[in-house]
């Protein structure tokens, strides 16, 4: 169940109601950000009388909510939300097409790609400094030299970034990215999470490569519950008993988490695949599954990328995919085709 409390209440109304809710054993959670003061009841019987805490003249709302996931729920927000990065609409009936490489290797690489993705559509420039690997001997990115750069790329195209962030100690570096990605190792750094909750940064959320959706939905709700409610989530390929590719594509995921959560879900054919020629096919399914992005690796020399060059396409052939994806939008969209009843 989760109170919403009336604007400019008096600390002692306030601190009156608390009393009351911990005399009657409450365990609750207060959100002071999300539209107000809002409060979580964290364990409360299903017969409980709601009249007793509407009596309270402080209360505005009450809404139940039966789901783990409380804010992320559509039970607590029925319409979708859209996350606004400078001026670009993620969600809603919009489609956004995030584009770049996998790391960062030189300002040349970088600005020559942020000019070619962004000529062709893209809407954000994706990039990244630090770089997870499973190796310790693999390339670890460029650092804070990586996100100078993005920060050129940005400043000569104008795109906004989206970068990967591995530790809640590194968030002061990041303050000019844009959106703040967690990476599918990272997505229950439970720390890290909470650490971006305290934000007002769109936070972009990969599912882990072995997650449940109401895992990927609860890694979300750590950050959304800490008050920040810019949220992406991205379906980016699960592990599973198939060798022949990096990851499966859960294409399932788009409906199952379109129902049940209003955050926007995007998706990253890229890493489901590992192999560049499956990332047309499988950007098309995304797209026709409904959901409201896509997330693509771009490298103009792919063959001699320091990192995930094999699941890279080049300018050439992200500039035909991207105006195929848009007359399939079209298309679906003059057709009136619906993705969900």
Known sequence: MIIKLKQNISHKKL?????????????????????GILITLLNYPKAFDEKSIKAWDIVQDIKRVEEPYKYASRSYKRED?????????IGG??????????SVESK????EIAKKVKKSGANILRGGAYKPRTSP??????????IELLLLAKKETGLPIVSEIMDASDIDKFEDIDILQVGARNMQNFSLLKALGEQDKPVLLKRGLSSTYEELL??????????????????????????????????????????RTHLPIIVDPSHAAGIYNMVR??????????CDGLMIEVHN???????????????????????DLFKLKDFLNNENIKFFD
């Open 301 to 323: 020399d792919p063959v001699h990328a320091l990192s995930d060059g094999a699941q890279s396409i080049n300018p050439e052939r992200f500039d035909s995919l991207v105006d």
């Open 281 to 290: 096919p499988l950007s098309m399914a995304a797209i026709s599954s409904g």
């Open 137 to 146: 001997y693999s390339f670890q990115g460029k650092g804070l030299d990586g």
């Open 108 to 111: 040349e690489q970088i600005i």
């Open 93 to 102: 009936d919009n489609t956004v097409i995030i584009a770049g490489p996998c």
């Open 81 to 89: 939300s859209i996350i606004d990065v400078n001026g670009i609409k």
């Open 218 to 259: 609860l890694s979300a709700e750590h950050i959304l519950a800490r008050g920040n409610p810019n949220v992406i989530l991205c379906e980016r390929g699960i592990r599973t008993f198939e060798t022949a590719t990096r990851n499966t594509l859960d294409i399932t995921a788009v409906p199952w988490l379109k129902e």
């Open 15 to 35: 601190n009156d109601f608390l009393d009351w809710l911990n005399e009657k054993g409450f365990d609750y959670h207060i959100n002071r950000s999300l539209g």
